[in-house]
């Protein structure tokens, strides 16, 4: 699934930004010397989460939220102490399925419940309130809210650059993480069990600081 995420980032990368030059250093590294404390903002254009469940037992088929918003506040020499705040646009899932997607956001049939998201469907969010840290991993405790119900999930996350953006010069940290839920916990029980009730998910997300 990563991988799958990182050929979107570099298709959106290639269609939107012109080239840097060859021989150049990234402008990112990953160094945690690099972070400095602060509140830093996602910057929503490249940052990711992507899903994925099991159909049918034959194959795994997945989608991506974008636009994340959010926060993140963080002291390198208390990384225990930081917090996260985002929030998931789910009106804005987008799969490579037309279909699939149409039936994301289907309204239910006769007033009844959607079969998943429906039309309207409001945000998602997610609030930590505990970090483990270990080098460059941690775990991250928080209550995520989708579909109006809240739930408490762990997130394994991982360090993966910081730096200066070399277009607005803005100190930009970069993080990757993933945990498995289960949709029937959040009132998303269509097709269950051939559908599979375990959705992994997979994150990718640039703070910039403020």
Do not use: C
Not at 67 to 76: E, F, H, K, S, W
Not at 93 to 109: E, F, I, Q, W
Not at 142 to 167: H, I, Q, R, S
Request: proline content about 5%; hydrophobic content about 40%; aromatic content about 8%.
């Amino acid at each position: 699934m990563r991988k799958t995420l990182a050929i979107f980032a570099l298709a959106a990368a290639v269609a939107t930004t012109p080239l840097i030059g060859q021989g150049m250093q990234l402008p990112g590294q990953k160094d945690a010397s690099r972070v400095t404390a602060g509140t830093y903002k996602t910057d929503p254009g490249h940052s990711l989460i992507g899903w994925e469940v099991n159909h049918f037992g034959f194959n795994d088929y997945f989608g991506i939220f974008g636009d994340v918003a959010g926060t993140l506040t963080i002291d390198p020499a208390n990384p225990n102490a930081a917090k996260v705040d985002v929030t998931i646009p789910v009106a804005k899932v987008t799969t490579a399925s037309a279909g699939l997607t149409s039936h994301l956001l289907r309204a239910g049939k006769d007033g009844g419940k959607p079969d998943f998201f429906g039309p309207a469907p409001a945000d998602a969010r997610f609030v930590s309130t505990k970090v483990v840290a270990s080098g460059m991993t941690a775990k991250i405790t928080g209550n995520l809210t989708l579909n109006g119900v809240t739930k408490e999930v762990t997130l394994d996350a991982e360090f993966t650059g910081a730096g200066a953006n070399p277009f607005n010069k803005k100190e930009t940290i970069g993080f990757e993480a993933d945990t498995t839920i289960k949709r029937s916990d959040f009132g998303i029980a269509y097709g269950l069990p051939v559908i599979s009730d375990e959705v992994e998910l997979d994150i990718s997300v640039a703070f910039e600081k403020q």
